[in-house]
């Protein structure tokens, strides 16, 4: 593994994931332990994906990160779990983005890969 | 142990519970447990019968043989309607209402899906069912009606003795739901107009999860879904047709007999009026400090219970939960809180956070929980 990956795996690392609720329609929301807490920077970059939607106003700041038809995850910044739904129809796909999204985290990120990823899962086809 | 929780979900079940039920059951563990008939060991308490005396005093029941112990009040619930159903021979109507909690509505959507029943659900107005709605109901094939006596969502009571006077008049057999009411509420069934009263013991009776049960007046009307052994007449392959036998079959869950035991006797020690004034007084200081807020809306500003729903402009239901969890260590529940019918009357199924209190709870919970609502209320804007 290159030193720059290995690094980024440092930076955000999935340590622990539980289900912590399973709704009517078969979603499911994980209780997720990264090794770091989520901070402004790593909210930044997934903006770029997605629809982040951040409450500044509260200390600490809640947020809440969509991709349309793949997962929502939210959490308060500074914390270290966070909560991640995943539908039914793509739980797989969904938690797969999840995990190359936060692995890709960091200098160099491919984000076309991911975008092209995350087309495909809206579209159904991946 | 002080885990630093404000626990304000108590509607789903009570927590903590009081000392003495924790170590009634703790003692309990001490010796092997008197099993009626099924053990040579004597000299022991007898914790069903014990129980079944204590809900009866709690209750203002004569017949504390009537009393049934069950896994909860679903289970109650189930052995009722569908034990109805085996011992009513042709199809009938039943009367039931957009308030009720699945453990009512799923058993009466299945009987009806298999035509054993039809259907008619009352619609609730601001969270009450009224004695007109459900004389309008009536028809001359209607033998059964099952309603909540208490809202999990919008903490209202319903007048029982009122609806089950024109049922009774109508010779309509009245279960009635009382998962949110027994402990929390004045009950006298031997002057209320009931037929079946279903218990659970985990919520305001301060037992363990897994034990409820509920007091039947004329057992004869339900044929038991369950048989099995019962540690009477063990000879006889038919089940006994005695109370409480006809209904309880296999080993008591008996820790849990013994918190309902203990919980019953400690809402019968402070009074149950007083429990429901205290509640009562707990609800008004949230609701108080919550309203006027203008990004805070109340789904039933005035509840008879300690229930209160709301939601927030900015955020979903389970967006608040879980800033209240992890910013303020207040657990609340979030949802549908399996009553889906009057969620999609209120506001289309999108559910609302719940805050439900019991009389464990401080003024101080109050206040806290009132700060953390407004505050999470007036930040809460991207
Ligand atoms: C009104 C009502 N009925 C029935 C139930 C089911 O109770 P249990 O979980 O004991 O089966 C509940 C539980 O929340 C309830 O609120």
Redesign the interface.
């Known amino acids: 593994m290159s030193p720059m990956l290995s690094g980024r795996w440092q930076i955000m690392r999935i340590l622990k994931a539980t289900k912590f609720k399973q709704c009517r329609d078969g979603t499911v929301i994980n209780e997720i332990h990264l090794d770091d807490h989520v901070a402004l920077p790593l909210l930044n970059y997934l903006a770029d994906f997605g629809e982040l939607r951040i409450f500044e106003n509260m200390d600490p700041p809640f947020y809440s990160f969509t991709i349309p038809g793949c997962f929502t995850m939210k959490g308060m910044v500074t914390e270290k779990s966070i909560h991640v739904k995943f539908k039914k129809e793509v739980m797989k796909q969904g938690r797969e983005l999840f995990q190359v999204i936060l692995a890709q985290y960091g200098e160099g990120s491919d984000t076309r890969m991911i975008r092209a990823y995350i087309q495909q899962i809206q579209e159904g086809h991946p | 142990m002080n885990p630093g929780l404000t626990y304000c979900n108590n509607a789903a079940s009570t927590w903590p519970k009081p000392s003495e039920v924790l170590d009634a059951v703790q003692e309990s563990f001490q010796l092997p447990y008197f099993e009626a008939g099924r053990s040579t060991i004597e000299g022991l308490e007898d914790y069903p019968e014990l129980a079944r005396e204590a809900l009866a005093d709690l209750f203002h029941f004569d017949v504390p043989d009537h009393i049934v112990f069950t896994q909860n009040a679903t289970d109650s619930l189930n052995m009722l309607i569908h034990g109805f159903c085996a011992a009513t021979r042709d199809r009938f109507h039943v009367i039931t209402s957009d308030l009720e909690h699945n453990s009512v509505l799923r058993p009466l959507t299945l009987l009806a899906s298999e035509g054993k029943i039809t259907l008619s659900i009352i619609h609730s107005d601001k969270g009450y069912i009224t004695v007109k709605g459900v004389e309008d109901a009536l028809v001359p094939e209607t033998h059964l009606a099952v309603l909540s006596h208490g809202s999990n969502v919008l903490g209202t009571r319903q007048d029982i003795g009122g609806i089950g006077e024109v049922l009774y008049d109508h010779g309509v057999y009245f279960i009635a739901d009382g998962a949110q009411t027994a402990g929390l509420v004045p009950i006298d069934l031997n002057q209320t107009p009931v037929d079946a009263f279903v218990f659970t013991g985990h919520k305001y009776l301060f037992g363990l999860p897994g034990i409820g049960g509920f007091l039947i007046k004329d057992p004869s009307r339900i044929t038991p879904v369950r048989q099995g052994g019962t540690g009477v007449d063990s000879g006889n392959l038919a089940h006994p047709v005695d109370m409480p036998a006809k209904f309880e079959s296999g080993t008591h869950n008996y820790p849990g007999i013994v918190s309902l035991w203990a919980g019953s006797r400690y809402i019968s020690r402070q009074g149950v009026h007083n429990v429901l004034q205290k509640c009562q007084e707990l609800t008004s200081l949230i609701l108080h400090e919550c309203t006027g807020n203008d990004h805070i809306t109340l789904d039933n500003p005035e509840p008879d219970l300690p229930v209160i729903s709301l939601s927030l402009d900015s955020?979903d239901c389970e967006?608040v939960g879980?800033?209240l969890l992890?910013?303020y260590r207040i657990i609340v529940r979030t949802?549908?809180h399996c009553a889906p019918l009057i969620h999609q009357k209120m506001n289309g199924g999108e559910g609302t956070v719940r805050i439900s209190l019991s009389s464990i709870n401080t003024p101080e919970e109050c206040k806290y929980v009132s700060h953390a609502i407004r505050e999470?209320a007036d930040?809460?804007?991207?």
Not at chain 2, 379 to 382: G, M, N
Request: without cysteine.
């Open positions: 955020l967006d879980y800033i992890k910013k949802g549908l999470v930040h809460a804007h991207p």
